[in-house]
Nanobody, 124 residues
Framework: QVQLVESGGGLVQTGDSLRLSCAVS????????IGWLRQAPGKEREFIAA????????YYSDSAKGRFTISRDNAKNTVYLQMNSLKPEDTAIYYC?????????????????WGQGTQVTVSS
């Protein structure tokens, strides 16, 4: 079992930055991809970014490239999502998720573990 706990969401203005954190506990190992998904009201779940637990490989959606950065601190067992130049369309619940590192899992299509989510609201 892996437990994921997000923090860092909030209300910000257009152009602001925000950093989300995902504390990882349980049976952590190098056999997971861990990352972030988001879901806005009335929209489908969207992959944002992920990395392998060693941090040697990162993966981003087109909407995240250039503005968002995923990173990890293995000593703290924490994964971060730094979000810059936020836009109103980034408003969503952001979920930390983990999926066993099987082929095709690097974009977290079917996570095995989920956090509870953290709300990010970007006002115009």
């Amino acid at each position: 079992q892996v437990q994921l706990v997000e923090s860092g969401g909030g209300l910000v203005q257009t152009g602001d930055s925000l950093r989300l954190s995902c504390a990882v506990s349980g049976r952590t190992s190098s056999t997971y991809y861990i990352g972030w998904l988001r879901q806005a009201p009335g929209k489908e779940r969207e992959f944002i970014a992920a990395l392998n637990w060693s941090g040697t490989n990162t993966y981003y959606s087109d909407s995240a490239k250039g503005r968002f950065t995923i990173s990890r601190d293995n000593a703290k067992n924490t994964v971060y999502l730094q979000m810059n130049s936020l836009k109103p369309e980034d408003t969503a619940i952001y979920y930390c998720a983990a999926q066993f590192a099987l082929p095709g899992a690097d974009h977290l299509p079917d996570p095995d573990y989920w956090g509870q989510g953290t709300q990010v609201t970007v006002s115009s």
